[in-house]
């Protein structure tokens, strides 16, 4: 997927201006539509495969366990969204039961259709006044098919991330278009950097190195285009033994 987006880092290095980074509300917005039980490549210990939920769900733990253990200050509240948005834990709160109940909670819909994010917007930017008056910021993380929404330019109050998990391309199937759309949403109403991933391999693994990148603070980001990691693991070629400057003669094995 192509993500067209201006900015660059000055000289070939990011920088950061000094600032107070503030403690996190994070609201995560599982999209429950009936194609969250698409089944992924990865399975159980007991050879049953994942469906995307429930690789949502152990991402989502993942990251609050990792989260917490940066800054215990970090809190947490749960939504779902279907053809709307709606409030499954509502109260922010940093303890991992809370959060562990609300992952429990989850459970898929029926096919739903295209998602409005008008409302989802509308609760964001309410729960951010709030935190704002606390001196934390809001983030929003979710999952989703193809989006509209409704929303006032420039009403820029929380941080959007997305993370978007779809099947391969196919006539009745465009993930570009979907993406396109998410891309939009973001840029029209993140505060500060927000990060949009997807995937169309199916892969848990996937899903789990990508929220582990969304765990960086959006205060401290640099723009997405620039982002270099997770880095690919490459052999490591042996050193060749140089000792007092000669050469290595190669030894024939005949």
Known sequence: MERAEGGSSVGG????PPRRINSEDILFCVDVDAESLVEMKSTTVNGRPLTRL????????????????????????????????S????????????????VKDLSPTVPCGQADLTHLFKLAAHEARKSR?????LRVVRSSVRPHHQWPVNQKLFSLDVMYL???????????AVYDALVDA??????YEGYIFESGQGSARV????????????????PQEDLDIPKSLVK?????????????VPVSSQ
Do not use: Y
């Open 133 to 137: 008056a606390q001196n934390r910021i």
């Open 186 to 191: 973001l840029e029209f109403v993140t505060e």
């Open 166 to 176: 779809h099947d391969k391309p196919a006539h009745d199937n465009c993930p570009q």
């Open 13 to 16: 290095r990011f920088t950061l």
């Open 54 to 85: 429930e690789s949502i769900k152990q991402a989502i733990l993942l990251f609050v366990n990792s989260k917490l253990s940066m800054n215990p200050d970090h809190r947490f509240a749960f939504a779902t969204i279907a053809k709307t948005a």
């Open 236 to 248: 490591k070629s042996p050193a060749t033994d140089t000792t007092n400057g000669e050469e290595s």
């Open 87 to 102: 409030w499954l834990r509502k109260e922010f709160s940093s303890e991992v039961e809370s959060a562990i109940a609300a």
């Open 207 to 222: 899903l789990f190195r990508q929220m582990c990148v969304l765990l960086s603070h959006p205060q401290q980001r640099c």
